[in-house]
């Protein structure tokens, strides 16, 4: 009966241990997808942000297309008046 005791009382240590454990192991897969979330909310920032300086850059090429093609204009018709 002595031995039965030990070994329960051993089982029951080491369900506790096992208990804590798995709280502890919970505790920490928590902290875990927390800290995941917030640096998949930060990498949609970055990707946001890139998007958007793409889209500057893209107006801006635009712009400098237009300008180019007015300074293109502006030059044909200076060498016409300097032909006449």
Same mark, same amino acid.
């Given at each position: 009966?002595?031995?039965? +005791?030990? !070994?329960? %009382?051993?089982?029951? !240590?080491? /369900? +506790?241990? +096992? %208990?804590?454990?798995?709280?502890?192991? $919970?505790? *920490?897969?928590?902290?875990? %997808?927390?800290?995941?979330? &917030?640096?998949? $909310?930060? =990498?949609? $920032?970055?990707?946001?942000? *890139?998007?958007?300086?793409?889209?500057?850059?893209?107006?801006?090429?635009? *712009?400098?297309? $237009?300008?180019?093609?007015?300074? =293109?204009?502006?030059? &044909? /018709?200076?060498?016409?008046?300097?032909?006449?």
């Amino acid at each position: 009966m002595a031995e039965e +005791n030990i !070994i329960l %009382k051993q089982l029951q !240590i080491m /369900r +506790n241990e +096992n %208990k804590d454990m798995r709280n502890e192991l $919970r505790e *920490t897969l928590e902290d875990v %997808k927390h800290r995941l979330t &917030s640096l998949e $909310r930060g =990498q949609a $920032r970055i990707m946001g942000d *890139t998007a958007d300086i793409y889209g500057d850059q893209a107006r801006q090429q635009v *712009t400098i297309d $237009r300008l180019n093609a007015r300074m =293109q204009r502006v030059e &044909s /018709r200076l060498e016409l008046n300097d032909d006449a």
